[in-house]
């Protein structure tokens, strides 16, 4: 199979570290607020990835996050007048809902960043002692030069100079923070505080995975400055490449604009009182899943189309085959291991089913892969 790589901007062979296991981590939400769309699109396509590598024949372990400490959490505790943590639980049952109800497996684990806590105050004194990390007022910051600067992922950091000097009190503008002291923060050996958002990743893929893992998985906006700076902390602590292929999904887009710096927000049960779940997929599946998509009901009321459409074939067909099932099986997997090009694939679905064709093994693997039942 073929992947994209963001770190090299190519397809490249997909070859996991063991021979038929698969370890991949996914960013997860920060948990303040239902899921939108843009979750749905992300974790549909990457439900899709880990369907197809199952299909192939490899075990896939599978980690991801639950972001439970953020400003956002805590202003939302504050407004309601309750605890983060009851905030965090609530979004988290809630993301599970929609998650179940969109037809995405479940991960092998998800983690919860105050369950790391000890462990990322480890990874922070270790890069202070180390001479990665130093202390600059109430922050302990992550030196990015004396790590060898970035480049993992973006080839020209100009580009965001403008985001990174908004913060100041830092040596140097693309440092950023590993531990910020608080007095209202978590109790640890270095004293009452938050943690930075990066390094969480890096603990909790490290801790589970091991040194190397196989994908990263996240959305686009995620590549700088998250999964950049991840990278470096990585390399600071186990001088080498901690992620084999980075692989990012395009945004969803609101009348052009990004959902999150639009005024609102699409939630996934909203549509979903709207539109059933398999024409959710099917409409979000209907895209490459690196492209950006725009939310449409135009778009979405023709994948119900298609969906029906499918449906009504696969009722009608039977078991027996011939060679034009085989060769349509054949494009179909060719789509997928050409980087999951879902597009394509449902294209070679809807044409078999167009046509008429017999041959329930086809369908059966649609719903397998692409997770949309039929
Ligand atoms: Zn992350």
């Known amino acids: 199979m073929l992947i994209f790589n963001t770190r090299t901007q190519n397809k490249e062979e997909f070859i996991p570290s063991e021979p038929s296991k698969v370890k991949i981590y996914v960013c997860g939400p920060t948990v303040y607020d239902l899921c939108h769309i843009g979750h749905a699109r992300s974790y549909v396509c990457f439900d899709v990835l880990k369907r197809y590598l199952i299909e192939l024949g490899y075990r896939v372990v599978h980690i991801q996050n639950f972001t439970d400490i953020d400003d956002k959490i805590f202003e939302r505790a504050r407004r309601e007048g309750v605890s983060s943590s009851e905030i965090s639980e609530r979004y988290i049952n809630e993301y599970f809902k929609d998650m ?21 105050v480890e990874i922070v004194e270790k890069l ?9 007022g109430n922050e302990i910051y992550f030196d990015v030069e004396a ?13 965001f100079i ?27 050996k270095i004293g009452r505080g938050f943690p930075g958002w990066h390094a969480e990743c890096v603990v909790m893929s ?66 979903l009182k709207y539109y059933p779940a398999p024409v959710l ?11 950006d998509l725009s939310f449409s009901e135009e778009d979405l009321n023709t994948a119900w189309k298609k969906y029906e459409k499918i449906k009504r074939a696969a009722k009608k067909a039977g078991d027996e085959e011939n060679s034009k099932t085989k060769e349509y099986i054949q494009e179909f997997l060719s789509a997928m291991n050409d980087d999951m090009n879902t597009e394509k694939a449902i294209e070679v679905v809807e044409e078999f089913s167009e046509k008429n064709l017999h041959g329930l093994r086809l369908y059966k693997i649609f719903e397998r892969v692409l997770g949309i039942e039929l």
């Open 100 to 120: 179940d109800a969109l037809n995405i497996m479940r991960a092998s684990k998800y983690t919860r960043v105050t369950e790391y806590l000890q462990k990322i």
């Open 206 to 271: 490290m801790e589970n995975l091991g040194n190397e893992i196989d994908i990263h998985w996240g959305g686009k906006d995620l590549i700088y400055p998250h999964h950049e700076c991840e990278s470096l902390i990585a390399k600071a602590l186990v001088g080498k490449r901690f992620v084999k292929y980075w692989m990012h999904n395009g945004l969803v887009l609101l009348e052009g604009r990004k959902m999150s710096k639009s005024s609102s927000k699409i939630y996934i049960r909203e549509i």
């Open 147 to 159: 790590s060898g600067g970035f480049g993992e992922l973006i080839k020209n950091v100009e580009e």
């Open 162 to 188: 403008v985001d990174s000097i908004k913060v100041e009190g830092k040596r140097k503008p693309f440092d950023f923070v590993l531990w910020k002291f608080d007095e209202n923060g978590f109790n640890s």
């Open 128 to 136: 202070l002692n180390s001479g990665y990390a130093y202390r600059y």
């Open 281 to 291: 997929r099917m409409w979000i599946l209907s895209k490459h899943y690196r492209r």
